[in-house]
């Protein structure tokens, strides 16, 4: 063998043991591991408006925020979702609001600039409906120029098309809230306008395909002149559809979208701040909020007080990602860390049948979902992984029960084509991409290969590769190879491939080259995936358990 790779792998051995001992001093006591989910400012100019809305927002909260947004602003005046990224329109408008809330002058210096950018890349007009929905709820766009959404279509049953079931899960809880919204119109005034954002010409809608057109504009008519008493009735289900879809934690589906429209929607509908429901909901985002003092965490905030708003939190994906790297750098299975880390994750099974259950009525309920709580949206890929995990874990009786559950549950959520999706099975129905009110990424949850090809390699290590349900995924998985010969990524800003042996040597040293001083490694890039092409995450604990299960996988 030669000395150089015999030094290459006494210094993956060095770094290996460096990001294990890094990985292990995060665990938190009672056994998970949690690292930021970083997304765009997008949160936490929304967060700003939302507080303004419900008249909750403070002077040392908006200082924090602004603080933040103000820290990722780039040279050309702009706000991008993704490090490196394109200005985004829409995300430099609600960050130039937000400032705008928090007193900066439109004179200054830095609003000079997003402005003048703003308004040559179309202002105000060609911004996003959401960011047109934002506007319309204090009185700077009107509701007439917000495409149609009667809250009626809470009514329709789950065989008839574009009911909410033909919807994925985080689209599903944002219309149903924003529904609600726009029935209601409401225009809380502020102190100031954006005029300063309007570049004149027409809004996107114009654009689109003659039907789309035709179809807002009867949906519109309706919402001009509805049936009242079904009116009423939409309202009245639409209501108690969001109440019952509260999470222990406050939250609606553990993510931000449905949340603040959730919040909304209920104080538009006579939940006052003090009401249990509301009261929940605003203590849980004060939870997701990450302070920050003078960039503790290296991601760019400024010099002394800010906050940022996480979109989501993903405990269970994070534990067990970290368990597998811990299992894979050597640890046994009857280590200390590993099984705090498997009675954990243990505990947060979901045992209830959430959402999913309207496709598949007669399955048991069985599998993990991505956050804390969030026991009514359970996914696939998250169940994947954790029964992955647990079987690298000895001496936990409830062990194999819960595996058994989940086993079952995944393979009742296979879709009829063979594939898997995250959250729902038969999600497929494309017409609703089509609907002009929804222009904010993917609004369907349709099998990929990522979840599918995380379902084989459960069942695989199960035992399971024979099974109807494994053959279908296999040959499903197999049709959906790219012309390159990779598969799409549709939660990882990736495509899957295999690389020869070569290439694994010069990655082991790059890994060894670039490793910080206390274990981890940096990485700006965002390589989650929430909607493709619109919304991106950079996962704070990816940088650290992917390079340990790669170096632990590679010794030799």
């Not at 098309?161 to 209601?184: E, G, M």
């Not at 199960?462 to 790219?482: F, K, N, S, Y």
Request: glycine share 10%; hydrophobic share 45%; with cysteine.
């Amino acid at each position: 063998m030669a000395s150089t790779t015999i030094e290459v792998q006494n210094e993956a051995e060095v770094a290996l043991k460096l990001a294990c001992e890094h990985l292990l001093s995060l665990q938190d006591e009672a056994g998970w591991w949690q690292g930021e989910l970083q997304t765009n400012v997008t949160m936490d100019a929304e967060d700003m408006l939302l507080r303004e809305f419900l008249g909750v927002r403070t002077a040392a909260g908006t200082e924090r925020s602004a603080a933040w947004i103000r820290s990722q602003q780039r040279a050309d005046g702009t706000w991008t979702n993704f490090f490196g990224g394109p200005g985004d329109l829409s995300t430099t408008i609600e960050a130039y609001w937000a400032l705008r809330l928090a007193g900066d002058p439109q004179e200054a210096e830095h609003m000079r600039i997003a402005a003048e950018w703003i308004r040559a890349n179309g202002g105000v007009a060609r911004a996003r409906v959401f960011t047109h929905l934002w506007l319309a709820l204090f009185g700077l766009w009107s509701w007439d120029r917000v495409p149609a959404l009667p809250p009626e279509v809470i009514l329709l049953p789950s065989w008839v098309p574009l009911n909410v079931y033909d919807f994925a899960c985080w689209a599903r809880q944002t219309i149903v809230a924003l529904s609600l919204v726009k029935a209601h119109r409401p225009a809380r005034r502020l102190p100031f306008e954006l005029s300063e954002l309007d570049a004149g010409g027409a809004d996107a809608r114009a654009e689109r395909p003659r039907a789309l057109r035709v179809f807002d504009s009867l949906t519109r008519f309706y919402e001009r002149h509805p049936i009242r008493p079904l009116q009423r009735l939409a309202i009245a289900r639409a209501e108690r559809w969001i109440v019952r879809r509260q999470e222990t934690d406050g939250s609606w589906g553990g993510i931000q979208p449905p949340w603040v429209y959730s919040l909304i929607a209920l104080n538009l509908s006579g939940y006052k701040l003090d009401h249990p429901v509301m009261r929940r909901g605003l203590e849980g985002l004060d939870r997701f909020m990450v302070e920050d003092r003078d960039d503790s965490r290296g991601v760019g905030a400024p010099a002394g007080a800010s906050r940022r708003l996480e979109a989501c939190q993903s405990p269970v994906w994070d534990t067990a990602l970290s368990l597998i790297a811990l299992s894979d750098a050597g640890l046994p299975g009857d280590h200390p860390a590993l099984v705090r880390a498997a009675d954990w994750l243990l505990g947060e099974e979901a045992r209830v049948r959430g959402d999913w259950a309207v496709a598949r009525p007669k399955l048991a309920p069985g599998g993990w979902a991505f956050e804390f709580h969030n026991v009514n949206y359970p996914d696939v890929d998250d169940t994947a992984e954790v029964v992955l995990a647990l079987r690298r874990v000895r001496g936990t009786p409830a062990l194999d029960g819960a595996v058994e559950r989940a086993a079952r549950w995944l393979q009742g959520m296979q879709s009829a084509n063979g594939g898997w999706g995250a959250f729902d099975a038969e999600n497929t129905r494309a017409l609703v991409r089509e609907l002009p009110f929804l222009d904010f990424g993917e609004v369907i949850d349709e099998p990929s290969a990522d979840v599918s090809a995380h379902s084989l390699e459960m069942l695989a290590a199960l035992g399971m590769l024979d099974t109807p349900a494994a053959q279908r995924g296999v040959a499903w998985l197999i049709g959906q190879q790219e012309p390159g010969g990779s598969w799409f990524g549709r939660w990882g800003v990736n495509h899957v491939y295999g690389t020869g042996a070569e290439a694994i040597e010069r990655g082991i040293g790059w890994l060894i080259a670039t490793q910080r001083a206390d274990g981890g490694w940096d990485e700006p890039q965002y390589t989650g995936t929430g909607f493709p092409s619109d919304y991106y995450i950079n996962y704070h604990l990816y940088r650290l358990a992917f390079p340990m299960m790669a170096l632990g996988r590679c010794r030799v």
